[in-house]
């Protein structure tokens, strides 16, 4: 039997603040959220579940979230409306050789972790 394996079913990511980033991930960035239990709360991602849990010191830099949208600069728009600060606006990082582009902006969640959005024109 080959094991072969299926999506990616949540990501985990440590905050400072439950509270502050249940607001922000579902007010700001419009997660759906699921359910909070005491420090624990996850929001849906397109199927992907987002576990947040909070510790008085996060352990080490979580990985980036990229989040595929399909038009970046309205996406963009209407993040820096809700108060989204970004880093740059949304930019080219890499071209195919079928032409397909790859462009994404950064920005931060409360704690100062990165996250991106994507998307491909």
């Known amino acids: 039997m080959t094991l ?3 999506v990616i079913g949540q990501i985990s990511r440590p905050v ?3 509270e502050v980033a249940v607001r922000w991930y579902g007010e700001v960035l419009g997660l759906p959220h699921l359910y909070t239990f005491g420090d624990l709360a996850f929001f849906d991602c397109a199927g992907t579940r987002l576990f947040l849990s909070a510790r008085d010191e996060p352990a080490g ?3 980036v979230l990229y989040f595929r949208v399909d038009d970046i600069n309205a996406a963009y728009d209407e993040l820096r409306a809700r108060g989204v600060t970004f880093e740059a606006a ?6 195919h050789d079928d032409g397909v582009e ?5 920005f931060l969640d409360p704690d100062g972790h990165l996250l ?3 998307s491909q024109v």
């Open 61 to 63: 830099e979580p990985s």
């Open 4 to 6: 072969q394996l299926g």
């Open 116 to 118: 991106a959005l994507m």
């Open 102 to 106: 790859e462009w994404m902006a950064f």
């Open 90 to 95: 949304p930019h080219l990082i890499h071209r």
């Open 16 to 18: 400072r603040d439950i």
